[in-house]
Structures are given as C-alpha cells and as structure tokens.
C-alpha cells in the first residue's frame, strides 16, 4: 500500500470503525448504525440531508439541509461532540446581508461548508431567477453575512476549495436547470475576492459509464492530499424508476485543479441499504462533506441517503486514491485544459 498524506489538521476525534470483515471489495464502508440523523430531526422540520460538517475547537458543527413540514428547505446550525449525535438549532440560519439587514433566502439546499483562511463559507443553492448558488460568511457562527451569488442561473453543487491555489479562491460548480436537470459537468472558476469570478474551466463530465451516464456534481470539498486533490462527488444515472446517485471518485492536479489526474471508473458507494433505497427520493447517496485526519489518513464521508436522511462512511486516504488509481479512467475530455 502506498503512503499518502493527507495536508491538514490532525481531527484524532474524527469519526470511526473498521471495514467490517467480508465487506465488498469497494474502498468505502458504511458506519453500522447508520443513518445517523433520522425522520423528524425537530420540530417542524420532517427530513434532514445532504448536508456538511467539520470540525469546530474539539467538537463539530455543521450545516443542515432541513425540509420543513410545508416542504421548503432551509439550512439549519447543528453541533456535535462526536460527530455523529447532532444537536440543532431550532430555527433556521438567520443570514444577514452586508449592511446587517435580515436576508433570508426563499428556500436553501444542499449547502457545503468550508473553512479557508480564518473565515467559513456556507455555500447553498437558492433561488436567482432559477436555481443558483448561493453563499454566506461567519468567524463564530453568530453572524452570518451573505455575499454576492458567485454566479448567474442556473447553478448546483458548488464547493469551495478550502484553501486558495495561485492566489485565488477556487470553486466548483455543476451548471444546470432549474429542475430535475437530466444533465451536467463539473466547472472549476477563480476569484481574487469572492465578488468576481472567471477563468471558468471545464474538470469533468458525464461518461459512458453507466453509473454517471447522466450527470456528475461536485460534493464533498476536495481533500488535499500529497497525490492531489481527492474529490468526492455524485454520479447519476437514469433509469425507468428515475435517477440513481452514487458516489464516485476522483484526484485532481495539485496546482491545477482543473486538470483531472486520475478518475475511477467504478463507484465507491452506490444504494443498497433501506436508507439509501428508500424514502422522499429513493436511491440517492449524494456527498457534501468529510472529516478527515491528517494524522491517520482516516476519512469519514457525509452523505445524504434518500432525501431522507444522513449517512457515515469511511475510508482511509490510502485505500481509496490505490483504489481510484488501480480503476483510473481518466480521459482526454477530463484533462483538456485549452477548451474556453
Ligand atoms: C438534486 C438535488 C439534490 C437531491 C437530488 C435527488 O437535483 O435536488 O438535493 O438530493 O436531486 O433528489
């Protein structure tokens, strides 16, 4: 086995079991009493998923994707000692906008958080003449101040890179539809300040292979690693039941991110357990975030199963870049970098 580092903090708290014996031959494995946040997480709000954590001092807070009971989603604050029982706050994230005027989006979702610099970004997707991303910035989870939309309509699925490469911030981002967007690629943009965005490059796409045959989206905010950066994301598929959204795996150039240096070509997780096959949307395992140890190469994955609820499951960095390398697929289209 190889040895690759993880560039980052120690988390020797982060979140952990052993591969249980016999499991499959895949590089991920799932917590055994998944899913960790259930049906009815709090008063009035019926389903939490898709949603991001990190550690925060010696616990863990994160960012909630709550489906309230009339159906709207809003992003919720909630904190951990382990990682794995959360607490919530019972009203939604009160964001503000740079003036200090209450600003509260029509409906929140999917919202990722990452920390660069001294200063976390929520990163969410909210209605701008049509689904956009969204995003808001705090210090201590008190105040939250909402800075411009990073980009035009329509947009999913970005993440920021959690620390800035060339002097730049760097994002992800899934152009889309406002609806069920039956397709889409991952983008890669740059900014000097968080106002102004460009250099927009193309990373990845969809393939011919059947488990991302549809539409791919950045999830988890990408992990730096001594082999590059380790990005998990979902893969979709189509079928005559609907959409099926697993998790697939990819490392991009250190330097240049748009630049896929390695993508595997099997899943690292897809639906199987009743969590993930069954509930509001049945089989979507979809990624938004991890917490990983540097010191340990351990990894834990967020993810949101169903549109119901939210799973735990593990990795070390390790196993999963042999893994994607053994299995790498990585075409022409995922390293072009000259198409603008
Ligand atoms: C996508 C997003 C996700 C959701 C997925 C499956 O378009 O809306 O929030 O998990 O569909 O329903």
Redesign the pocket.
């Known amino acids: 086995m190889s040895n690759v580092k993880i560039i980052g903090q120690n988390v020797p708290n982060v979140p952990w079991q052993e591969r249980p014996e016999g499991s499959s031959t895949l590089p991920v494995w799932r917590y055994r009493e998944n899913p960790i946040i259930g049906r009815n997480p709090l008063p009035g709000v019926a389903r939490i998923f898709?949603s991001a954590v990190m550690p925060y001092g010696d616990a863990f807070i994160g960012v909630f994707r709550g489906e309230q009971t009339n159906g709207i989603p809003y992003i919720y604050l909630g904190r951990s000692k382990d990682a794995i029982h959360w607490e919530f706050d019972q009203d939604k994230i009160p964001f503000q906008d740079e003036d200090g005027n209450a600003f509260m989006p029509e409906y929140a979702?999917?919202p990722r958080l990452v920390k660069v610099e001294d200063t976390y970004y929520i990163i969410w997707c909210q209605d701008f003449y049509g689904a956009s991303i969204g995003m808001a910035k705090t210090t201590d989870f008190q105040t939250f101040t909402r800075v411009e939309n990073p980009f035009l309509p329509f947009n999913?699925n970005a993440v920021l890179f959690p620390r800035k490469v060339n002097g730049n911030f760097l994002m992800l981002s899934r152009p889309s539809d406002s609806g069920?967007?039956p397709f889409g690629d991952i983008f890669l943009s740059e900014s000097p300040d968080l106002v102004f965005w460009g250099k927009h490059r193309h990373v990845m796409g969809k393939n011919d292979q059947w488990w991302q045959n549809l539409k791919i989206g950045g999830g988890a905010a990408p992990i730096e690693t001594s082999e590059g950066w380790l990005l998990f994301y979902h893969g979709v598929t189509g079928t005559c039941n609907g959409?099926v959204?697993s998790i697939g795996g990819a490392i991009l150039d250190i330097d240049q991110p748009s630049v896929v240096k390695h993508r595997c070509s099997t899943f690292l997780l897809t639906p199987e357990e009743w969590y993930e096959e069954r509930g509001f949307?049945p089989n979507?395992a979809?990624p938004c975030a991890t917490i990983h140890d540097a010191a340990s190469g351990r990894i834990a994955i967020y993810y949101?199963c169903a549109?119901t609820y939210v799973g735990l499951a593990f990795t070390t960095v390790d196993e999963v870049t042999d893994y994607i390398k053994a299995h790498d697929s990585v075409s022409d289209t995922d390293t072009e970098i000259g198409k603008r």
């Open positions: 898709n979702y999917d999913r069920h967007t959409y959204y949307v979507v979809f949101g549109d």
